[in-house]
């Protein structure tokens, strides 16, 4: 991929992330001063349609990100961090408190930031908060869609007690990708822990950057537990 389509691309994956609504030439050229006019950011979005990193879903409508567009995304441009002070939050959960509160504490505190479900499998116990969070996300809003995340949460929820990948390595399942129940509008973050998991599913697109971080902190400090 040439480097204007990757900058076009990176800004339309950032831009989709927070509003939610197809992205158009005029709002980047607008927005993140690429430096090339709006006519040019156009042909190359179609350029990046055609090889199908977006789509347009509908006629006249801005374009939106595909699967392969946010794991390119992850794998190019994506640098995992939380702020200090999120990260004093999170070790501060660990303070006078028993194994079950830390786990309860940490759930909620994940759910918030990342306003999607966290998942915490540990010796044995699951731990989840956040699907009203989830629900609320504007591409659930039509109840076929909400119907679909329950029925994936409920596949995960089941299957995670089978789940026996004790890699530590954080995993990415962008979408039709995740293996414990198929959605184009869901991803699925993890990480393994000796005796479990951490986990946050979401939106496809969430907040890639934050939520990875998010896990890899939170699993971090399991282990040392």
Known sequence: ?????????????KEYIKSAKPVSSQM???KYHLGISPATIRWEMVE????????????????VPTEKAYRFFIEKFC???????????IEEVFQGRDEREILRALGRLMSLVSRNISILFFEGEVFWQGLSYLLSQPEFDDPKESLRVIKVFEELYQDIYKNDDKEKEIKVYIGRENPFG????????MGGLEDGLVGILGPTRMDYQKNIALVEKVREILEEM
């Not at 991929?1 to 994956?13: A, F, I, Y």
């Open 1 to 13: 991929m040439e480097k204007r389509q990757e900058k076009v691309l990176k800004c339309l994956v």
């Open 79 to 89: 640098e995992p961090r939380l702020s200090p002070t999120l990260e004093q939050k």
């Open 28 to 30: 980047l050229f607008e």
């Open 48 to 63: 990046l349609t055609d090889s199908g990193y977006l789509y347009q879903p509908y006629a006249s409508a801005g374009r």
């Open 182 to 189: 198929k959605d184009e509008n869901l991803s699925l973050i």
